[in-house]
């Protein structure tokens, strides 16, 4: 392969992960929490792209405040980045894909979108559906990848698939995208078939994400073409024109593009995916002890059974109790029952008020 056709992965890092408070916070966000292991999940995310004849040095897009943090947890696994690009303010993801769109070298740079606190078990599958992907990329489509679903999740997402793309080994013209849905329409999904969870991960062409962007949100794209040739320079740091940056619409880039644009291609995936959206969801994805229950740090659980019980230093005892999320960092407890855990937005959002 030559060097024009390695992707160009492309690292999303500026979420602010409150549902995982009160260990995940605006300074220290979930990305950058090693909730799963030695590495946090920005680490790994860079851990997956590795290979020297799949994938060019990476670009980050970020935000300003945790470029330092960002730079010193690459420093730790030693990999290098083409660029770090960054966000002036938060617009969504559609804008900041646009920002590194614009910095590739090539305009017809494949470039693999990847939020930065995912998780991804079976890397291999994975690196594997984004080979089978790069054809169809190439010929300009706009490539999404559907996680298979285990369950009638309704935190997530939904892609159903259309027709197969003549040529292409299993991906589907994407016939529409679902919001999240409640039960009934997410245990029907499930039923049905032909449907994926929105991993919001995807490959596409430089140049064809900004043709979409012409097309389809005009304004977007002048905004970050501004913001880009007016942007300050500092060794592999690009800082965007926050002017011109902030005038650009706030969207994702399924509202803005993807929903919109003609050849658009899901290819169904089954990596052992998570968003790691929640305390619940760190449960699921983590191996339990012999009496199910997920500890971290310095925790015993005696008589106690399906709690999630997470210690950043505390020690913490339980007895006799069951199905309990319990987290405990610094001077901060939470307790709450396990299959409520995106209450804690509610949660923050009180604690703002009063703080």
């Known amino acids: ?39 946090s999940m920005f680490q790994l995310t860079f851990e997956r792209c590795q290979q020297s004849d799949l994938f060019d040095l990476p670009l980050i897009v970020g935000g300003k405040k945790h470029a330092k943090l960002a730079e010193e947890q690459l420093k730790e696994i030693g990999s290098s980045v083409q660029a770090h690009i960054l966000e002036p303010c938060a617009r969504n993801t559609a804008p900041a894909i646009a920002l590194a769109a614009l910095a590739c070298k090539n305009p017809q740079s494949l470039m693999l979108v990847m939020p930065s606190d995912h998780v991804i078990k079976d890397v291999q599958a994975f690196q594997q559906a984004v080979r089978q992907s ?9 490539v999404t990848f559907g996680i298979e679903p285990q369950r009638a999740e309704t935190g997530y997402g939904y892609i159903q698939q259309g027709e197969p793309v003549i040529g292409s080994a299993n991906s589907f013209a994407a016939q529409r995208f679902v919001e999240k849905p409640n039960r009934d329409n997410a245990e029907n999904m499930l039923a049905e078939g032909g449907y994926y969870w929105n991993a919001g991960i995807f490959l596409f062409r430089a140049d064809a994400y900004l043709n979409a962007l012409e097309a389809h949100a005009p304004e977007m794209l002048e905004a970050a073409k501004r913001a880009m040739d007016k942007a300050d320079h500092d060794d592999l740091r690009i800082m965007p024109h926050e002017e011109s940056f902030a005038s650009a619409p706030s969207d994702s880039i399924d509202y803005a593009i993807m929903e919109k644009a003609e050849k658009v291609a899901v290819t169904p995936v089954d990596p052992g995916w ?17 009496q199910s229950n997920v500890t971290f740090g310095n925790v015993i659980a005696m008589e106690s059974h399906n709690n999630l019980v997470h210690s950043d230093g505390l020690e913490i005892t339980t007895f006799g109790v069951d199905d309990l999320i319990i987290i405990a960092t610094g001077n901060q407890v939470v307790v709450l029952p396990r299959g409520q855990s995106q209450n804690v937005r509610k949660i923050v959002s009180e604690r703002n008020k009063t703080v």
């Open 1 to 39: 392969m030559s060097e024009n056709d390695l992707i160009t992965p492309v690292i999303l890092s500026g979420g602010s992960g409150t549902r995982l408070w009160p260990l995940s916070t605006d300074d220290h966000p979930k990305q950058f929490l090693n909730l799963t292991g030695p590495l």
């Open 134 to 142: 790069q054809s169809l990329a190439k010929a300009r489509w706009l």
């Open 274 to 290: 998570s968003d790691v959206g929640s305390w619940d969801s760190l449960f699921e994805i983590t191996p339990p002890d012999d």
